[in-house]
């Protein structure tokens, strides 16, 4: 006897609306499973949305493939899913389909982003930072990634401990700058606009550096 192969739907019952795309051997196992799965895509957090409601998605085939191997179900898949997406559905499928993985919902991603909030990275290694620095060499962000960031880091404070301001102080001793970024500061610098109170701080800490350079040499 042939083993058949099922591409199949799950829609909302409430639109008719198809949501997912998928293969099984066995159509009543594989709703049954869906209807119980534990997991946090996408998909789950859809199937429970409709089962808050006391409804459930409706199954239907799509294709029926007979003795095939992984690659030609695969193949099927995917051209269901890319078809029903240019058609306009909103999947719950990863855009590759076959064996690709899952996307998480948007309650899962807010859970993940709460529960690594305040956890610190443990301490990189000195081959660990070295194979990051090379890994980075010449690459740029693109300008909606600099938006992004700039945006971000509006408001944000950062604390430096004493010890890390020491250890950037030896890292920058004996350096210096090439011509080509000695004139970048001084173009930076002299479109600076500084607040009164900034000058004032300045002028002060010049007068003191004065003064005790004149009583050491008295």
Known sequence: MSEKAFIYSLSDPRTGAIRYVGKTFNLSK??????????????VCWIKSLQALG????M????TLVDVSDDVWQQAEIAWINKLRLQGCDLTNLASGGHGGSHHCL??????????TGRKLPPF?????ARMAIANTGKKH??????????????????ISNEHRARISRSRMGKKHSPETLLKIGLASSQRTQSEEA????????????????????
Not at 202 to 212: F, N, T
């Open 60 to 63: 239907a085939v799509l294709e």
């Open 107 to 116: 309650e899962t991603k807010q859970k993940i982003s709460l529960a690594k």
């Open 142 to 159: 693109s300008e909606v990634t600099k938006k992004k960031l700039s945006l971000a880091g509006i408001g944000r404070t950062r604390t």
């Open 199 to 218: 000058r004032a701080k300045i002028s002060q800490a010049i007068k003191e550096h004065w003064v005790k350079r004149k009583s050491k040499n008295e």
């Open 30 to 43: 594989r709703l049954y499973a869906h209807k119980n799965d534990k997991s946090k895509t996408h998909k």
């Open 55 to 58: 409804l459930e998605p409706t």
């Open 125 to 129: 290694t000195r081959e660990h930072r």
